[in-house]
C-alpha cells in the first residue's frame, strides 16, 4: 500500500448455521455492515495509510458452535524516497563540501523510502553530463580543481501496490551539492607595481632612497595571505612599498600561505615561497679631486700652480654603476677623469668644477646621478725684477 491511500479490505467467511458473523481489527478503520450473499458473509474495513505504520490486520469469525477463527494480512505500507543528503568518508556532510585537491575522498548520497532505494536507485549529474550511476561519488586519481562546481543527485523509486488494480507509483527526487577544491599556493609570481606588471624571473635594480613596490601572486583555494622578507622587516602585505637606505645588494622573498579546512579531514596549514635578487645603483658620491698622481694628495678648496707649468688632476667618486667626469672651468671644457693643461696661463685661474655623471636603473626606469667637486685654480706667476727698477727710477726722477 502507498501511503495516503485510502485502502479497504474485505474478509469472507462461507457456510454454517447459522453464518458467522465477522470483526476485524485493523487501524481502527471503518467496518461495513454484514453482507450476506448465496451462504456467505462479508464484511470490510476501510482506512487511510500512514507512513510508519505496518501492521498485522486480522479478521476473526465468530460462531455459536465452534471456536473463534481468524485471518490475518501484513500490511506494508510504503513512501516515496527522501530528499537525498551527503556524506564524505562516512561523515554527514551538508550541501557546500571542500575536499583538499588530489584528495581520494568520496562523497555519498543518502536517501530512504520504502521500498528503500538501492545504490542503482541513484545518478550523479554535473550539469547536463552524468558523472556516476549510483550512490556513491568519486574521482580517480583523487579530485581535481576542474572537479569543482555544482553537482545534483537523483534518486528514483517505483512503489508498486499490492493491489494490481493500482497503478505502481514512480517518484524521483534530486538535491544540489557545491564541490569546493581546496589547494595549496602555487608558487608566487613576483611583479612590478601591480597585479599585471611585469614578472620578474630573479632580479631587480633599484636606486637608493628611492621607493619601488613589488606585488606577490599566488593561485590558492582559499585566497592566500602574503608575506615579505628581507633585511630586518616582515611585510604582512601582498603589495610592498619598500625603500632600501644601504648599498649593499639584498633580496626579498614573498610567501603565500592558506588553511586548507576540508569538511572532513584535518585542517592542513599550506604555503610556498619565491624571492629575488635587489641589486643597488647609487649616484655618485665624496668626488674628490687630486693633484699629480691617481692617488695623490686631494685638493680641498684651492689650488695653486706656476703659470705656464703643466697642470694634471684626477677626479674620483664613489657610484654604481661608475661614473663620467667632465671639466669645467674658465677657458676649460674637457672630458674625462684626469684634467691636463700644458703650458697653463693665467686666463684659466679661476673656478674650476668636477662633475660625476652615472645612469641608473630603478626598476623599468633610467634615472641620472650626478655630483660635483668645485676648486679655486690660482695661478702663479714671477716678476721681472728688471722692469720694477726701471718703473722705480721713471718715478724718482720724473
Not at 12 to 35: K, Q, V
Amino acid at each position: 500500500m502507498i501511503e495516503n491511500s485510502t485502502e479497504r479490505l474485505t474478509c469472507r467467511s462461507t457456510g454454517g448455521n447459522p453464518l458467522a458473523s465477522l470483526a476485524w481489527s485493523c487501524y481502527n478503520g471503518t467496518e461495513s455492515n454484514l453482507n450476506i450473499n448465496n451462504g456467505s458473509v462479508s464484511r470490510s474495513v476501510q482506512f487511510t495509510a500512514r507512513r510508519n505504520q505496518d501492521n498485522t490486520c486480522t479478521c476473526t469469525a465468530i460462531h455459536e458452535a465452534g471456536p473463534l477463527q481468524q485471518a490475518t494480512m501484513d500490511v506494508n505500507i510504503m513512501y516515496p524516497p527522501s530528499i537525498p543528503e551527503f556524506k564524505v568518508s562516512g561523515t554527514p556532510v551538508g550541501v557546500e563540501i571542500s575536499i583538499i585537491k588530489d584528495s581520494a575522498q568520496t562523497v555519498t548520497c543518502h536517501s530512504f523510502g520504502k521500498p528503500n532505494p538501492s545504490t542503482n536507485d541513484f545518478t550523479w549529474t554535473k550539469g547536463s553530463a552524468v558523472v556516476s550511476s549510483n550512490s556513491v561519488l568519486s574521482w580517480t586519481g583523487g579530485i581535481r580543481i576542474q572537479d569543482e562546481g555544482s553537482y545534483k543527485c537523483f534518486v528514483t523509486t517505483t512503489m508498486t501496490p499490492s493491489d494490481t488494480s493500482k497503478t505502481p507509483v514512480s517518484t524521483e527526487v534530486s538535491s544540489d551539492v557545491t564541490m569546493n577544491i581546496l589547494y595549496a599556493p602555487s608558487t608566487p609570481e613576483i611583479r612590478m607595481n601591480t597585479l599585471i606588471g611585469d614578472v620578474i624571473t630573479d632580479q631587480i635594480t633599484v636606486v637608493i632612497n628611492r621607493q619601488f613596490e613589488l606585488v606577490c601572486k599566488a593561485t590558492a583555494h582559499p585566497t592566500a595571505s602574503y608575506s615579505w622578507t628581507g633585511g630586518s622587516r616582515i611585510d604582512h602585505t601582498q603589495i610592498l612599498q619598500d625603500t632600501i637606505a644601504i648599498k649593499t645588494n639584498t633580496s626579498r622573498t614573498c610567501t603565500a600561505h592558506n588553511v586548507l579546512k576540508p569538511s572532513v579531514g584535518i585542517e592542513q596549514t599550506q604555503s610556498s615561497s619565491a624571492s629575488i635578487a635587489v641589486y643597488i645603483n647609487y649616484p655618485p658620491v665624496s668626488v674628490t679631486v687630486r693633484h699629480t698622481t691617481e692617488k695623490g694628495n686631494m685638493v680641498l678648496s684651492k689650488y695653486n700652480i706656476m703659470e705656464r707649468a703643466n697642470l694634471k688632476l684626477f677626479c674620483d667618486s664613489e657610484s654604481n654603476p661608475s661614473s663620467a667626469f667632465s671639466w669645467t672651468g674658465s677657458n676649460i671644457l674637457q672630458t674625462g677623469s684626469v684634467l691636463l693643461r700644458n703650458n697653463i696661463s693665467r686666463s684659466e685661474k679661476g673656478h674650476l668644477s668636477c662633475t660625476a655623471r652615472n645612469t641608473m636603473t630603478h626598476m623599468d626606469q633610467l634615472v641620472e646621478g650626478l655630483s660635483s667637486a668645485n676648486i679655486t685654480l690660482s695661478i702663479l706667476c714671477i716678476v721681472n725684477s728688471m722692469s720694477l727698477l726701471w718703473l722705480s727710477m721713471v718715478i724718482d726722477f720724473p
